[in-house]
């Protein structure tokens, strides 16, 4: 499909990477774009300037504000799911199961209720396209972020599913792949990121290509790439005994 002409709604559009996919889909000639957000009344004014942008309330742990966007956003001809958190949890150890339920809550159940509500919307509108958001932790784990691990390969393997689902009305379905980006949730991260503003790039072009994947980053590649090897190579230093 073609980002120009297009009608896009993004989630979590005020920062990070959302808000690189709705300066993106702007330059490249969107006709309108959804910055949904979970509190309108916390964007200033003067946020997005462009008249093309309509703020909408839409909170992935909210079923009635999906429904609601969903009927408001009649016109929607790519979604973007890019929404999420990070808590930080593991699986085990002392902490409870609370932040990875919220994991899973936000970044499979959420995403997927998003999908539901919009897919009768694509189909309306010829099919158009969703974007997923996904991870290169979708295919590894490392301490610290394995309930974020965990949801984010449950969100891959949703992603090709809805896409098998959706293939007969028309819809690309693309799951989008990166490492670390250099925005507020990666704050703490001390490593290579990639610009925000990159990985919009890369999601849209494959959107224009009809690429059903796109791993955004040397990262992602890295770790895809690893995934046919014994699992034992990737992991052998976090494996090894401590001193």
């Given at each position: 499909m073609n980002i120009a002409g297009?009608?896009?709604l993004v989630t979590g559009a005020?920062?990070?990477?959302?808000?690189?996919?709705?300066d993106e889909l702007l330059e490249r000639g969107a006709a309108k774009v959804y910055a949904a957000v979970r509190r309108p009344d916390a964007v200033p004014a003067d946020e997005f300037p462009d008249p093309r942008v309509e703020v909408l309330r839409l909170d992935l742990l909210d079923d009635a504000t999906v429904t609601d966007a969903a009927a408001h956003a009649t016109d929607v001809t790519l979604l973007v799911n890019n929404a999420g958190?990070?808590?930080?949890?593991?699986l085990l150890g002392t902490d409870d199961l609370a932040g990875v339920r919220r994991e899973l809550d936000t970044h499979f159940w959420g995403t997927l209720g998003v999908i539901r509500a919009f897919a009768p919307v694509l189909a309306a509108n010829g099919g158009g396209a969703i974007v997923n958001v996904n991870s290169a932790l979708s295919w590894f784990s490392t301490n610290g972020a394995n309930g974020y691990a965990v949801a984010?390969?449950?969100e891959w393997?949703?992603?090709?599913?809805v896409r098998l689902e959706?293939?007969?009305?028309?819809t690309l379905v693309q799951a989008l792949h990166l490492g670390a980006a250099d925005t507020d949730m990666m704050a703490r991260y001390d490593g290579p990121k990639i610009a925000?503003?990159?990985?919009?790039?890369?999601s849209l072009d494959g959107v224009e290509s009809a690429a059903i994947e796109v791993l955004a980053d040397d990262w992602s590649r890295?770790?895809?790439?690893?995934l046919a090897n014994d699992p034992s190579e990737f992991y052998a230093e976090a494996l090894a005994p401590r001193a």
């Amino acid at each position: 499909m073609n980002i120009a002409g297009s009608v896009a709604l993004v989630t979590g559009a005020n920062r990070g990477i959302g808000r690189s996919f709705v300066d993106e889909l702007l330059e490249r000639g969107a006709a309108k774009v959804y910055a949904a957000v979970r509190r309108p009344d916390a964007v200033p004014a003067d946020e997005f300037p462009d008249p093309r942008v309509e703020v909408l309330r839409l909170d992935l742990l909210d079923d009635a504000t999906v429904t609601d966007a969903a009927a408001h956003a009649t016109d929607v001809t790519l979604l973007v799911n890019n929404a999420g958190i990070t808590t930080g949890s593991n699986l085990l150890g002392t902490d409870d199961l609370a932040g990875v339920r919220r994991e899973l809550d936000t970044h499979f159940w959420g995403t997927l209720g998003v999908i539901r509500a919009f897919a009768p919307v694509l189909a309306a509108n010829g099919g158009g396209a969703i974007v997923n958001v996904n991870s290169a932790l979708s295919w590894f784990s490392t301490n610290g972020a394995n309930g974020y691990a965990v949801a984010k390969a449950a969100e891959w393997a949703m992603t090709n599913g809805v896409r098998l689902e959706l293939a007969a009305q028309g819809t690309l379905v693309q799951a989008l792949h990166l490492g670390a980006a250099d925005t507020d949730m990666m704050a703490r991260y001390d490593g290579p990121k990639i610009a925000p503003r990159a990985v919009a790039a890369a999601s849209l072009d494959g959107v224009e290509s009809a690429a059903i994947e796109v791993l955004a980053d040397d990262w992602s590649r890295l770790v895809k790439s690893s995934l046919a090897n014994d699992p034992s190579e990737f992991y052998a230093e976090a494996l090894a005994p401590r001193a």
